[in-house]
Structure formats: structure tokens, C-alpha cells
């Protein structure tokens, strides 16, 4: 199994520039997820999908959007990039009940906002 | 909310067992405890899981009291290869869906 994949490992972005973080995974799970890291620092959840079509807000949603047509894709877009989102992107995806399971991540996204 | 209070920092030497404590005091009645591992450019690795009482692993133990409002989590006489982060986790929402991570434990293993 693939697990949870990401794509590109590796961006550099103009200030005020869009892309798109890929996330896609092969384990039928429910729930995904995305983390933001900045250098030093803890994880920071961006935004959450429990399932097709069902998106929430994290802690930091704000420049961010996301949706999930299908359970495998979780893209992360990102609008008018500036300095400040200039971090470490990590999907993640969980299986099981509600309450239980662990969460399996991708290998991250490391993005650089000039 | 059950916002987790972990110790910023520990540090051991190799040999010895390492119990790193999470206090989560408003944990919703259904919710799991989980702990992970983080190394440098990498994401967060599961290490283990518990409810209630004591769980064990190959690689750890996890102790959790009755109330539930806090867990310790327990490593067995760590090498250099233990140096990492370490989260605890536990949903940030009644419903369990808000995975919101705290800023973790950094252990520091030395020879």
C-alpha cells in the first residue's frame, strides 16, 4: 500500500501566487486531515474532512481552502501565497471509529513563499 | 475543549526508562489518548494508544488513572534513536473529529 501520498514534495512560490497541495490516499479511511509546520514549531491543523463532500475548519484556515469530492483526494489550495505560509504541509488520514485509530501521514510538503 | 499540557523539554541518558506525563483534564468521555513520534522532516509516527488503565507495546507502555485526565507514557530504556518529539493527542471536539496537536515534548537521549 501507498498510503498517504503527497505531491510536490518540494515549491517555491512568488508572493501572491495560488497552487495546489495533492493528498491522496488508498486506505478507505473516513477522515483527513492538514498540518501545517512551521521551522521549530508543533503541528498546526489548517482544515478536516470527515468524509465526501464534509469539510471544518482547523486552527489556522485562514488563506487556505479545501475539498474533498471523493474519499481518497484531500487537496489543500492555497490563495494568494504570502511569506507567512512559507511552512512544512502535512496530510494525514485516520481510519476506525470516530474516537480511535491512528493517523497514518504523508511524507510532507515543504512549500517556500518569496 | 481538551486542550493537552505536555513538558517542553526532558532529557535522559541510554539505558534508562523515560515516562513523559499529558494532562488533558476536560478529555471528552469517548475519546482515546494517542501518542506520537516526530523526527526532523518527518511527520508524526503513531506509537501508542490507550482508553484506560495500561496499555503496552513492543515499543511502549501507556498509563492512563481512572479519571482520565491525564496519560504517562512510558519508554523502556531508550537509545540515541529515541531523541524525537513527542505528542500527545486527543480530539479537540465532542464529536472526536478535531485533531488538534499540543506543542509536544522534546526528549533528548544522550551516550
Known amino acids: 500500500n501507498a498510503g498517504v501520498t503527497q505531491t510536490p514534495k518540494f515549491r517555491i512560490l512568488k508572493i501572491g501566487q495560488s497552487m495546489t497541495l495533492q493528498c491522496t490516499q488508498d486506505?478507505?479511511?473516513?477522515?483527513m486531515y492538514w498540518y501545517r509546520q512551521d521551522p521549530g514549531m508543533g503541528l498546526k491543523l489548517i482544515y478536516y474532512?470527515?468524509?465526501?463532500?464534509?469539510?471544518d475548519k482547523g486552527e489556522v484556515p485562514n488563506g487556505y481552502n479545501v475539498s474533498r469530492s471523493t474519499t481518497e483526494d484531500f487537496p489543500l489550495r492555497l490563495e494568494l501565497a504570502a511569506p507567512s505560509q512559507t511552512s512544512v504541509y502535512f496530510c494525514?488520514?485516520?481510519?476506525?471509529?470516530?474516537?480511535?485509530?491512528?493517523?497514518?501521514f504523508g511524507e510532507g510538503s515543504r512549500l517556500t513563499v518569496l | 475543549l481538551a486542550k493537552t499540557t505536555q513538558p517542553i523539554s526532558m532529557d535522559s541518558y541510554e539505558g534508562q526508562e523515560v515516562n513523559i506525563t499529558c494532562s488533558h483534564n476536560?478529555?471528552?468521555?469517548?475519546?482515546?489518548i494517542t501518542w506520537y513520534q516526530q523526527f526532523p522532516s518527518q511527520g508524526p509516527r503513531f506509537i501508542i494508544q490507550?482508553?484506560?488503565t495500561k496499555v503496552t507495546n513492543e515499543v511502549a507502555s501507556l498509563f492512563i488513572p481512572a479519571d482520565r485526565k491525564s496519560s504517562t507514557l512510558s519508554l523502556p530504556r531508550v537509545s540515541l534513536s529515541d531523541t524525537a518529539v513527542y505528542y500527545c493527542l486527543v480530539a479537540q471536539n465532542q464529536a472526536g473529529t478535531a485533531l488538534i496537536f499540543g506543542k509536544g515534548t522534546t526528549l533528548s537521549v544522550s551516550s
Open positions: 476536560n478529555i471528552a468521555t469517548n475519546d482515546y
Open positions: 474532512s470527515v468524509g465526501a463532500g464534509i469539510t
Open positions: 494525514a488520514s485516520r481510519g476506525g471509529q470516530v474516537n480511535t485509530g491512528e493517523l497514518f
Open positions: 486506505m478507505n479511511h473516513n477522515y
Open positions: 490507550g482508553y484506560k
